[in-house]
């Protein structure tokens, strides 16, 4: 039941040829990262990534280009640089807020104050949520970016005629979701 004799992308679509396939390979995967990683809890997340990859790029697999284990290790070496690189952006941003100080009780409390005063525009984005995108963005640009139509259709690249009926069908479909929409942003509906 090799992955060469089943047919690569067979292990993508058949649970028992990819059982077989993970039980043949899943301790050489493991040993090849454990070489390269310390920690165990990051070789068993890559060692799921791995395999989750495999599943994706099964098609890719071609025998004469060598054996299924320098397949694996070529695929759990791409996906242990980008762990490398995530790391490394992830150090590099740890670094930039290293010497900045915490926030004290003061900052905490206005930060809070802040979240209070933005939960309505929160429950806003949420509710717009469902809409399509071309409504849902001329809605955010006028009325919790505060433009004009005449401006959001030139931040979108379209005719304003366009933005006022997508403006139009965004409100029709939000008026009835309570504390949502302003009655700014309802104004022409009543």
């Not at 649970?15 to 990262?33: D, I, K, Q, S």
């Not at 807020?97 to 939960?119: N, Q, T």
Request: no cysteine.
């Amino acid at each position: 039941m090799r992955l060469r004799q089943k047919g690569s992308a067979e292990i993508s679509t058949d649970p028992e040829a990819f059982e077989a396939f993970y039980r043949r390979h899943v301790e050489a995967v493991t040993r090849f990262l454990a070489r390269r990683v310390a920690d165990p809890h990051t070789v068993a997340d890559l060692v799921a990534e791995v395999f989750i990859a495999v599943l994706d790029s099964a098609h890719t697999y071609r025998p004469g280009l060598g054996s299924e284990i320098g397949w694996l290790y070529g695929v759990a070496r791409n996906i242990l640089s980008a762990e490398w690189r995530r790391a490394a952006r992830e150090l590099r941003i740890a670094g930039r807020i290293g010497g900045r100080r915490l926030l004290d009780a003061d900052d905490l409390s206005r930060m809070e104050e802040r979240l209070d005063a933005e939960s309505t525009a929160r429950r806003a984005f949420e509710a717009m949520a469902g809409l399509p995108e071309s409504e849902r963005a001329v809605l955010e640009l006028v009325a919790i970016d505060q433009l004009s139509v005449a401006e959001a259709a030139a931040a979108l690249g379209i005719r304003q005629g366009t933005a006022r009926v997508r403006l139009h069908r965004a409100r029709q479909s939000l008026r009835h979701v309570p504390g949502v929409v302003p009655p700014t942003v309802m104004e022409g509906l009543r």
